[in-house]
């Protein structure tokens, strides 16, 4: 089992920059694969980005690639979401989210995640 905690989110304007950080407890942080994913009112939640349990595999949805960049820290437990020139568009609930030994052809399949956080709000001002 594996709990979830996201931070850093925020009102920023566009072009702006915010680092969303996904805290996890549990003693194998590093077999999971997590993902990030986000929910604009009135919308379903999608696939933003994630990162695999081996090897570090790496996946962007297309409209975010070159903007955003996922890391992870497995000595802290934590995954990163660098947000770099933020559009309005932009601005949802940011969840996070963790599956154990996910495969990487699943990375962004929101059902192939067992457990999530509670999300965090990102405003991106015009």
């Known amino acids: 089992q594996v709990q979830l905690v996201e931070s850093g989110g925020g009102l920023v304007q566009a072009g702006g920059s915010l680092r969303l950080s996904c805290a996890a407890s549990?003693?194998?942080?590093?077999?999971?694969?997590i993902g990030w994913f986000r929910q604009a009112p009135g919308k379903e939640r999608a696939f933003v980005a994630a990162i695999g349990w081996s090897g570090g595999r790496t996946l962007y949805l297309a409209s975010v690639k070159g903007r955003f960049t996922i890391s992870r820290d497995n000595a802290k437990n934590t995954v990163y979401l660098q947000m770099n020139n933020l559009k309005p568009e932009d601005t949802a609930v940011y969840y996070c989210?963790?599956?154990?030994?996910?495969?990487?052809?699943?990375?962004?399949?929101?059902?192939?995640?067992?457990?999530w956080g509670q999300g965090t709000q990102v405003t991106v001002s015009s």
């Open positions: 989210a963790a599956d154990f030994r996910l495969l990487d052809y699943k990375l962004a399949q929101k059902g192939s995640y067992d457990y």
């Open positions: 549990g003693r194998t942080f590093s077999e999971y694969a």
